[in-house]
Structure formats: structure tokens, C-alpha cells
Nanobody, 127 residues
Framework: QVHLVESGGGSVQAGGSLRLSCAAS????????MGWFRQAPGKEREGVAA????????TYADSVKGRVTISQDNSKTMMYLQMNSLKPEDTAMYYC????????????????????WGQGTQVTVSS
């Protein structure tokens, strides 16, 4: 089992920045791939960014490319999402996710690829 806890959400104005953190505990060897997802009211949960923790390869949704960076610490118990140039459409609950069976890179942003989820942290961007 992997326990995931997100933090770092908040309210910012458009153009601002936030850094989200995800702390992984428990059997972290099960978190071979991790990702950030978001869900706005009335919308489906969508993948934002993901990382293969062994090789460090990353993938991003087109809607955030160039504005966000996913990273991990050397201990691989923390994952981060640096978000810059935030837009009102980035407003959502952001979730951290992990899986012990990494799919091909092109599938890393699919919700069904992940079996561990955090409780989420709210990001609100005002115009």
C-alpha cells in the first residue's frame, strides 16, 4: 500500500505560480510511476503530468506544456508540480497518483493506469 498526501494548493491570480507537493509513504516501491491529475467541477479527471521514477522520463498534457514541471526528490518519497503562468482554466482539485505497473509513456496520463490516489489539494486561479 502507498499513502499519498498532497499539499501546496491555494488561491492565486492569473499569471501567478504554485508548487504542489505529494508525499508518498508506505510501500513506496509500489510507486514506480506517479502523476498529477486535476478535476474541475462538472468535468472528468484529467492527467496533467507524470513521471517514471526509475528513469525520470516525464510527460505533460498539451494544455500545460511549457507552464508546469513535474519532479521528484532524490529519496523518491516526494513529488512536485511547479506551475507557472497559471490561468483561470487551471482551477481544479489536483490529485497525486501512483502505480506499481508503469504503462507505456503515452498512457501515463490515463486515470485508469493508477491504483493509488491522494485526497487532493485545491487550486483556484482568479482572473
Amino acid at each position: 500500500q502507498v499513502h499519498l498526501v498532497e499539499s501546496g494548493g491555494g488561491s492565486v491570480q492569473a499569471g501567478g505560480s504554485l508548487r504542489l507537493s505529494c508525499a508518498a509513504s508506505g510501500y513506496t516501491y509500489s510507486s514506480k510511476c506517479m502523476g498529477w491529475f486535476r478535476q474541475a467541477p462538472g468535468k472528468e479527471r484529467e492527467g496533467v503530468a507524470a513521471i517514471d521514477r526509475s528513469g525520470g522520463s516525464t510527460t505533460y498534457a498539451d494544455s500545460v506544456k511549457g507552464r508546469v514541471t513535474i519532479s521528484q526528490d532524490n529519496s523518491k518519497t516526494m513529488m512536485y508540480l511547479q506551475m507557472n503562468s497559471l490561468k483561470p482554466e487551471d482551477t481544479a482539485m489536483y490529485y497525486c497518483a501512483a502505480t506499481n505497473l508503469c504503462p507505456a509513456t503515452r498512457w501515463l496520463l490515463l486515470r485508469d493506469a493508477y491504483n493509488y490516489w491522494g485526497q487532493g489539494t485545491q487550486v483556484t486561479v482568479s482572473s
